[in-house]
């Protein structure tokens, strides 16, 4: 696909048409059904005919991606805060003026707006589900306080407008509920709404859809957040593609045959400022095991499961390297694979679903990797070899691990200890031959400064050398 970058696009119109939802397999966000309708810009002119100004220096979005809502928001006059769902037409001024009111950064009045439609419109699973979509104007999403995408968007759009604040609403496919890796995409029908705000002569593109919460089974889970919020074009679009190509916001415009090929990287990824290989695409060719490198900060920590078409869960390695994460894959049989990563940063319990892939395995294997116990994660361990298992009854091993600070590494089998020592080097890698026992579990373990026992680090399954068939590679 040719370079990404991004352009400011002036006023535009463009059409609405019906839409279905497919949506995200493991963190799911929600998309819409919408009626016909036509959503011209502020400005008149045509799209198609809009000047391309040079690419402005960057401002750092970031800053309003907080994840928390705006003051504003929670201190709406009681009287505005309930009357709005009872008669918007009547206070949906008052609360615009609320929202904005002292707040010379457009930017923030928007964000302020985007908060409190998120923090206080449902999704309506039960109309979305049914196929049965009721009327979507902003009077009727706030008397409901519920809506699709449509409504979301259009209501956006509205306080926009009475803001001040140029917006326009966007229709076109996004990858959402539903969505599988593997199945055809159709990106000329549209199946979701957002928007793009006009803020200092540039466009900003915002889903408070995506930021309101996500689906669970046939449930609105909410969950606030601003990762679709002026998310940046180029990141944009890997779950989002507008049916109007002037929308995306990027020249050369990403055609679509250009977009089924991108994995879909959605907004933790972003949030979590991970860097994806150069040429990495939706669906892998591979043998039985691939090997994926990620940049990541020190403090962002990622975990992969992989799935195949019979949905039963297998393990993945993962392992951390100065600002690289690697995730290597192992494919059971050849065949159609489902690859999710999740992210989390180290103050964090939750890990997130960021991204989402396919692999293609010409071939499998009963090759698995040892369990890493959290001290494998928190001492920041790195294992170089074996990185397998099981281990052969009566074959030797050679162990070697980093573990940062360890004063002792240490394996045991059969309640037998076998000491690893420092490599020539020094510092912080352990290095020993191990001649693997007649057991069923060989645990490596570390022990640092200040501590009396040892602490778990890994655990291999062994298995007899009349079991070793299991280890052939399948075709």
């Known amino acids: 696909m040719a370079g990404i970058s991004v352009v400011d696009r002036s006023n535009a119109c463009f059409h609405m048409t019906s839409s279905v939802v497919t949506l995200i397999l493991f963190m799911v966000v929600v998309g ?27 401002r750092d979005l970031r800053v309003y991606r907080t994840g928390e809502l705006a003051a504003s928001v929670r201190s709406v006059p009681r009287a505005i805060q309930k ?29 302020n707006i985007h908060d409190w439609i998120a923090d206080n419109i449902a999704y309506d699973t039960e109309s979305f589900f049914s196929g049965s979509i009721p009327g979507q104007s902003y009077a009727a999403v706030l008397r409901s306080r519920s809506s699709v995408c449509e409504g979301y968007a ?33 990106v000329t029908g549209t199946n979701h709404a957002w928007n793009a705000v006009r803020i200092d002569d540039e466009w900003r593109l915002v889903d408070v859809t995506w930021n309101a919460g996500h689906v669970d089974a046939t449930s609105f889970i909410k969950r606030y957040s601003t990762k679709y919020l002026f998310l940046e074009p180029e990141k944009m679009i890997h779950t989002h593609y507008p049916a109007d190509a002037i929308w995306q916001l990027i020249e050369p415009a990403v055609s679509a045959a250009d977009f089924v090929e991108l994995p879909q990287l959605v907004g933790w990824f972003f949030h979590y400022d991970i860097g994806l290989p150069e040429g990495i695409t939706r669906i892998i060719n591979t043998g ?50 489902t690859a999710l990563i999740y992210a989390k940063s180290g103050d964090e319990e939750r890990y997130s679903g ?122």
């Open 32 to 58: 819409c059904s919408s009626g016909a309708g036509v959503n011209k810009g502020t400005g008149g002119g045509s799209a198609r005919g809009a000047a391309v100004s040079p690419e402005p220096a960057r």
């Open 288 to 337: 039985e095991q691939y090997l994926m490198r990620l940049k990541t900060s020190e403090d962002v920590f990622l975990m992969a499961n992989i799935y195949g078409t019979d949905g039963v869960q297998h393990r993945s390695f993962v392992q951390k390297q100065g600002d690289m994460t690697e995730i290597t894959f192992r494919f059971p049989d050849k065949g159609e694979w």
């Open 354 to 475: 960021c991204a989402y892939f396919g692999f293609i395995a010409s071939r499998g294997t009963d090759r698995s990797f040892p369990l890493q116990y959290s001290n494998y994660f928190d001492r920041n361990c790195y294992l170089y070899t074996p990185i397998h298992t099981p281990l052969i009854v009566g074959e030797t091993e050679t162990f070697r691990l980093r573990l940062p600070g360890a004063i002792s590494v240490a394996i045991l089998a059969k309640e037998e200890w076998t000491y690893l020592v420092q490599s020539e080097e020094g510092g912080d890698e352990w290095v020993g031959a191990f001649v693997v026992p007649d057991t069923d579990q060989v645990i490596v373990y570390g022990k640092w400064e200040g501590q009396e026992q040892y602490n778990g680090i890994m655990a291999y399954e062994v298995v007899r050398e009349n079991e070793r068939t299991v280890l052939v590679e399948r075709d």
């Open 154 to 186: 259009g209501l956006f759009k509205t306080m926009c407008d009475l803001a001040g604040i140029e917006c326009v609403k966007i229709s076109g496919y996004a990858r959402g509920y539903g969505y599988s890796v593997f199945d055809d995409e159709d």
């Open 83 to 111: 009357q709005i769902f009872t008669s918007p037409e009547e206070h949906i001024e008052g609360l615009v003026q609320h929202l904005v009111s002292g707040e010379r950064d457009e930017y923030q009045q928007a964000k």
